[in-house]
């Protein structure tokens, strides 16, 4: 392409069509006279009078997007001639599958290791208030003083007290995901799950069989809280629906437990206290049936 | 024409270009006569020319993908004729960054309590903000290279 006084070069459109670039060219800005291999592209996907119909539909102002696009387009089919744009679309959903996938798996864990944290934290928070009442009874009895008026409800609300840091604990929110998170990952929880149940993958048996082995020997003293954590747990519960009929199978048998647990955990404080003597505990027996108790 | 002789009508491209259809046409096994839209649509971005070279470059048995590769993009661009199909690619790229954050950072969380400690809750970060050069929120995967000059697609304003 001859150059007038040699001020401007013809754009990389003009040169390959061997005609002169006009200042009013659409193309040149595109197009510059450095860049042949991308405008060989752009050509040969769309072709110039293609490419120049899609700039004069548009408005000017989307002219230098539409002009990124087709020759980021153009590029993809010459690096992918068969697929182009649509085999990287369909990496990119590929990568995401795996994304969610690996998503789920990593969820799967934290949860169980956030139960299994939590039924710890209990356990020892419950014996750690059975110890430290037993031992304000037993010092009062030593040094003869007649037990507080609520010493006798202290030993009731042992039993009630996990219910209500159960429900102070789910209510804090501490270690739930954002809900709006939550939501989607329930719904491709239960999605992925329906998909790997299909596919009779042994991934998602374990985390469940690890689950269930996880909530029963935890279940002596705190069972029967687990199922209002389930119920406070409201971004859990969609998963565990999601899970199979095996789940209810463990709450059933939980609340068997419980049934025993409490009855167990009245006699561990009855043998805390039985420990005592019996000489002290009929004096503060005594000194009971004298106070009113609330 | 013996029209006797051919049991097939002609493909949708000879319909829509008007000319006979002969036996070893290239674009009749891949555009039959009963989608019409699909040549049309590929023709009005590419050019039945442009897409019969393509077709060409390409072996016999990967033209059936490349020719329906050429469908989705040419409808693409029908519908968005400002980004096309790159509007599809910038939303996916876009979700798998958030996705690989989140990953990422629940990863760290399960870490901590493999070790006994409680996670601090961090939410997702956001994306980072565009750069000074970025004019939109695309997100370009690929990077190619143009081997004939040094600044690639700089002073077009393109990161690709």
């Given at each position: 392409m001859t150059l007038k006084g040699g001020a401007t070069s013809a754009c990389a459109a003009c040169k390959y069509q061997r005609r002169k670039c006009i200042p009013e060219c659409l193309l040149a800005p595109y197009f510059p006279a450095d860049q042949t291999k991308v405008f060989q592209n752009a050509h040969k996907l769309f072709g110039v009078s293609n490419i120049v119909k899609i700039l004069r539909s548009l408005d000017p102002s989307q002219h230098a997007e539409a002009m990124r696009s087709i020759k980021y387009q153009a590029n993809v089919r010459d690096r992918f001639?068969?697929?182009?744009c649509l085999g990287v679309i369909r990496q990119l959903y590929y990568q995401i599958q795996m994304l969610e996938e690996e998503m789920h798996t990593v969820l799967t864990q934290l949860e169980m290791y956030r139960q299994h944290h939590h039924h710890q934290q209990q356990q020892h928070q419950h014996q750690h208030q059975i110890s430290s009442m037993a031992d304000d009874v037993i010092s009062q009895l030593e040094l003869g003083m007649a037990p507080s008026n609520n010493a006798l409800p202290l030993f009731n609300q042992v039993t009630h007290q996990p219910y209500t840091m159960q429900n102070t604990y789910s209510s804090s929110?501490?270690?739930?995901?954002p809900k709006d998170n939550v939501e989607n990952n329930s719904l491709w929880i239960q999605h992925l799950f329906l998909d790997t149940n299909n596919h009779g993958t042994s991934n998602n048996d374990s985390p469940i069989a690890i689950q269930s082995q996880l909530l029963v020997p935890n279940s002596e003293p705190l069972a029967d809280t687990q199922h209002q954590v389930v119920q406070d747990y409201d971004e859990i519960h969609p998963f565990f629906d999601s899970i199979d009929d095996r789940q209810s199978y463990i709450d059933t048998k939980d609340a068997e437990d419980s049934s025993s647990s409490e009855e167990s955990l009245k006699e561990t404080t009855q043998l805390m206290v039985g420990n005592v003597g019996s000489k002290d505990l009929k004096n503060a027996a005594a000194c009971f049936s004298l106070t009113s108790v609330n | 024409m013996s029209s006797s002789s051919y049991s097939s009508s002609p493909c949708a491209a000879c319909k829509f270009l008007r000319r006979k259809c002969m036996p070893d046409c290239i674009f009749a096994p891949y555009f039959?006569?009963?989608?019409?839209q699909k040549f049309a649509n590929v023709h009005k971005i590419f050019g039945a020319s442009n897409v019969s070279k393509l077709l060409n470059e390409v072996p016999t048995f990967q033209r059936e993908d490349a020719v329906n590769s050429l469908a989705y993009e040419a409808e693409a661009r029908l519908k968005d004729p400002v980004y096309g199909c790159v509007g599809a690619i910038s939303v996916l790229q876009r979700q798998v960054i958030t996705l690989q954050r989140e990953l990422d950072a629940t990863n760290a969380n399960l870490f901590r309590y493999a070790y006994n400690e409680m996670p601090p809750l961090r939410p997702p970060q956001p994306p980072p903000p565009l750069a000074a050069?970025?004019?939109?929120?695309?997100?370009?995967p690929y990077q190619w290279n143009d081997p004939s000059d040094e600044d690639n697609e700089r002073s077009s304003g393109g990161n690709m």
């Open positions: 001639p068969v697929y182009g929110d501490i270690d739930s995901p | 039959p006569p009963e989608e019409p050069g970025q004019s939109s929120a695309f997100c370009y």
